[in-house]
């Protein structure tokens, strides 16, 4: 008698299934429209391929596009398959290695057949090409479970020595899995624990593109052979990739990178890998953000203090920094220094060679500690808010960073607010009001919150991690934030080992995100670096300490602002706020006058004397993105007045008394938490 097995469905119905049967059996038991829409399975929460078997009772959700994550993540990596398929087709003797899905695509590192060199971007329209064959062929992706050394000796024979080094390192405690693309001798195989959809004939041949080549050592490791990686963006239909791609080009406009050179703001050079040589304009922007902050911070009640670079390296074990965070830091030796004696000719530094080890602090969390442990705290003086525009450093690879948006040295607006139990609520929705109005001052009205919580590997009890994620959902709620419209969501498992942290993720003038503020609860430091204070009853308590930070980072965050506003910065923001500049000869002494005036204002102001034709003035100044242009003439020295232009604005200049405009202008760039409403 064939065995049952009864199916459950998310409307609540459930139907038996004899053994054998699929998901892709359900589907079309349903209905042949489902059966047609249906991409993948989720068998008891798991992704699966709609083909495979179920095992015993079951519950079963059908995947299709609407679930649209589970949609591109499946056809993303199908994309990874049929390119890899494609380039093996093309170019024989080239090895595989590893292609995964990525959040708008896929890739897949290749390693060329010996002689034929790195791929380029000339390959890719031929590749595309027979990736859409591959498509239209619809060729069947079937799942096949195979012995590890089988695997090994297929890939062994057929010259693919990366997979049969990769597969003898997969654990043995799982199945090994196996992906056959086509039948018989055409069929095309590769080493992955899936799940794919049914056939290559599932993927929109219109709604792909392979956008770019770089090189990648095998396993990440610059010790290894350098591989050829091969990217491509995959969406559901051709209007999203289209969107997507406009998307790309825009952002190339306003790559941080290249509007910083422009505008003269900041360089980085390899004698400082990921540290920002900021010039003259690039640090005003610094400037008034720090400025800004720093009232902010000031009216809410934090104290700033100002800690350490370097500390002992006995500090970080206590803190448990190195030993979870060593690989990170900069350790420097602390040598006692050697004194050249009287007379001697000592051009170079001589080191005694005793030396401790002391290092760069690749965070501020301990040192603000120590602060708080300095005298006695009592529980009337809680909370304790201490902030500190705090620069830390971190050893990333180089091939990690990215312009100033991922750098190794960077200044956090970083502060740790200490305080009971009982006050962790009100502290964090003030955070978020604050944080609120922070952004919408900066120019962000779109922002998500999300709740990422425990890890499986943590430090502290259940209890502990049950009271933090609650008391972070409580407060988020008693905010009022806890809404679609904040774009509410909980991450499980994204949380730090040591705490639940929310997580701030801006939306940016082309739609794409960037997580910049936190708040995280630990109860572990405090702990770990012995900081109490005097309850009310006479005994000493833990403190909780909140991690938060509102930007995140100066440097990341003036790159995000730099392509938010692809360098129209508002005009309390922006390095140079005013240029004078004058028609003819005439009037370069009232050009003075006009640049005086308004500096005494406190305006950024330049002049441009030149000699040169004012429609080139005006195309030139407006090229480097200065808001205000004030234009004098002849007339305007005999009026004492002006010709006011504004970038990007379609008006005609306006004409204004010269204390009008500089009335105008200086109350137009007073920073958004000073302007009276
Ligand atoms: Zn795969
Ligand atoms: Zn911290």
């Known amino acids: ?120 971007d000339e390959d890719l329209p031929g590749i595309e090409e027979e990736m859409r064959r591959i498509i239209a062929a619809d060729e069947p992706l079937v799942r096949e479970v195979w012995t590890r050394d089988r695997v090994r000796e297929y890939f062994e024979k057929s010259g693919e020595a990366f997979k049969a080094e990769w597969v003898m390192e997969l654990p043995t405690s799982e199945p090994i899995t196996m992906y056959r693309s086509g039948e018989g001798d055409r069929a095309w195989m590769d080493l992955c624990r899936g799940p794919h959809l049914a056939s290559t004939g599932k993927l929109d041949p219109q709604s792909f593109k392979l956008t770019r080549v770089s090189g990648a050592y095998w396993r990440g490791d610059p010790k290894n052979p350098m591989l050829s990686r091969i990217y491509g963006t995959a969406w559901l239909n051709r209007k999203q990739l289209d969107a997507y791609l406009v998307r790309l080009e825009e952002a190339a406009k306003r790559d941080h990178r290249k509007i910083g050179q422009e505008m003269d ?173 922070v952004y919408r001052d900066l120019g962000f009205d779109t922002y998500a919150i999300k709740l990422a919580l425990r890890p499986d590997q943590r430090f502290g009890s259940d209890e502990m991690w049950d009271w933090s994620e609650q008391s972070l959902r409580d407060a988020v709620r008693v905010a009022g934030r806890d809404t679609a419209e904040y774009g509410w969501e909980e991450l499980p498992g994204e949380g730090a080992f040591y705490a639940p ?16 503020g936190t708040m995280q609860t630990d109860t572990v430091l405090p702990g770990r670096l012995d900081a109490a204070y005097i309850g009310e009853d006479g005994g000493k308590h833990r403190p909780v300490m909140l991690h938060r930070a509102i930007i995140g980072t100066f440097e990341r965050f003036i790159g995000i602002l730099i392509e938010h506003y692809a360098g129209k910065f508002p005009l309390w923001l922006a390095p140079v706020q005013a240029v004078v500049a004058t028609i003819v000869s005439d009037a370069d002494a009232y050009a003075g006058e006009v640049a005086a005036a308004l500096r005494h204002a406190g305006i950024r102001v330049e002049t441009d004397l030149r000699n040169e034709k004012i429609n080139y003035k005006v195309r030139e100044h407006s090229l480097a993105k200065v808001p205000l242009l004030l234009v004098v003439g002849k007339r305007e020295a005999d009026e004492s007045s002006v010709a006011l232009r504004r970038l990007g604005s379609e008006e005609r200049q306006q004409m204004m008394s010269l204390d009008e405009a500089v009335a105008t202008i200086a109350a137009e760039a007073v920073p958004p938490d000073l302007r009276h409403p």
């Open 501 to 516: 942290k929310l997580e701030f993720h801006l939306t940016d003038a082309i739609g794409r995100t960037w997580q910049v």
């Open 265 to 437: 703001l900041f360089h980085l050079q390899a004698e400082a890998h990921g540290s920002v040589f900021w010039h003259p304009k690039g640090f005003v922007i610094w400037r008034e953000l720090e400025a800004y902050l720093r009232r902010r911070l000031d009216s809410a009640g934090y104290l700033e203090i100002k800690t350490p670079q370097l500390m002992d390296a006995r500090q970080w074990e206590k803190s448990g920094h190195w030993g979870k965070y060593r690989e990170n830091m900069f350790i420097v030796p602390d040598e006692i220094p050697h004194v050249p004696e009287e007379g001697a000719d000592d051009d170079a530094p001589i080191l005694s060679g005793d030396s401790d080890l002391m290092a760069l602090k690749p965070m501020n969390c301990p040192a603000h500690v120590l602060v708080f442990k300095q005298g006695i705290t009592s529980y009337r003086d809680l909370p304790l808010r201490l902030a500190e525009f705090g620069c830390c450093h971190r050893n990333e690879p180089h091939g990690a960073l990215h312009g100033i948006l991922r750098v190794r040295q960077f200044t956090q607006d970083d502060a740790h607010i200490f305080c009971r139990e009982d006050q962790l609520i009100e502290e964090v929705r003030t955070f978020c009001d604050l944080l609120d109005s």
């Open 1 to 120: 008698m064939t065995r049952m097995f009864k199916i459950a469905l998310p409307d609540g119905s459930v139907r038996e299934v004899p053994e054998g049967s699929t998901p892709a059996d359900v589907a079309a038991a349903i209905g042949p429209g489902l059966a047609k829409a249906a991409l993948a399975a989720r068998v008891d929460g798991e992704l699966r391929d709609l083909n495979r078997p179920f095992e015993g009772d079951a519950s079963l959700a059908l995947v299709t596009a609407r679930d649209e994550k589970d949609a591109l993540e499946l056809f993303r990596h199908d994309y990874a398959h049929v390119l890899a398929e494609a380039v093996q087709n093309l170019f024989p003797g080239t090895q595989i290695t590893f292609g995964p899905a990525t959040d708008d695509g896929f890739y897949y590192d290749f390693a060329p057949a010996p002689g034929r060199g790195p791929f380029t």
